[in-house]
C-alpha cells in the first residue's frame, strides 16, 4: 500500500517531498511534506489515506 500512497501524495496540490524510512523490525513511517497547512490537512483527511492509516 506504501507506494500506491506515495504515488497519491505526489498527486495531491501543494505536495513538495516525502521521506519513508524502515525500522528493522519492519515497522514503515513516510513524511510527507506540503506547502502549507492547508494542503497538508487535505492530505491528512484524504479518504484513500485515512482509509491506509486505519490499515495501518
Given at each position: 500500500m506504501a507506494?500506491?500512497?506515495?504515488k497519491l501524495a505526489r498527486l495531491m496540490p501543494g505536495?513538495?517531498?516525502?521521506?519513508?524510512?524502515?525500522?528493522e523490525d519492519g515497522d514503515r513511517?513516510?513524511?510527507?511534506?506540503?506547502e502549507d497547512a492547508a494542503?497538508?490537512?487535505?492530505?491528512?483527511?484524504?479518504?484513500?489515506?485515512r482509509a491506509a492509516q486505519k490499515r495501518g
Open positions: 507506494p500506491q500512497m506515495s505536495y513538495k517531498s516525502h521521506k519513508a524510512f524502515v525500522a513511517l513516510t513524511l510527507v511534506e506540503f494542503t497538508q490537512f487535505d492530505w491528512a483527511s484524504h479518504p484513500e489515506h
